[in-house]
């Protein structure tokens, strides 16, 4: 499970980064090197998220509407088997379809904005729309809250907490601001 999300947060972060423009107007230039040049040792975690947006592109990330990604996992159902698969997501909105395409089981899950459908009976993933970096988008949103991550962690970060309890902790770059985990 843990690797179909790293798969897909890898796959996520390289489709914004290559989305982006490589010039940019006055003002977004300065909001993004005010956003850059931040001081995050005491920096509060609302202000840390929105270096680490503006870094990962800002309102173009913010105000995309939709998002296909492709790629390959390997899918294990036990600790010691893992069986190579690929993977579809198409994200428009809070809607999404996630696809996973192996010799095993093949696994459809359907969210249409109201209810989930899946191909396998009693069978649900979390909402892929409420972790990784589809929270970015939203850490203005009402319902979404941004918290600092653990005490005990000793890397810089901040937690995306969802209206429904799900949760994705982001640990950024000192220099680049861009998530590294």
Known sequence: MKKYLVAICIAVLSFSAFGQDKKQSGK???????????????????????????????????????????????????????????????FAGDKYRLELINAMQPFKQVYDGQQTFSSMNNFYLPPINRLGLPLLQKIEAEGFTVSAVSEKSKKKGFRITSPEGYFTDFFIDDKTKQIKS
């Open 28 to 90: 977004e230039n300065e909001k993004a090197k005010t956003a850059v040049l931040a001081d995050n040792k005491n920096a509060a975690p609302l202000d840390l998220a929105k270096a680490t947006l503006a870094a990962h592109g800002g309102d173009k990330l913010k105000n995309m509407k939709t998002l296909v990604v492709r790629g390959t996992a390997d899918i294990s159902g036990s600790p010691t088997m893992t069986f190579p698969a690929t993977f579809a997501t198409v």
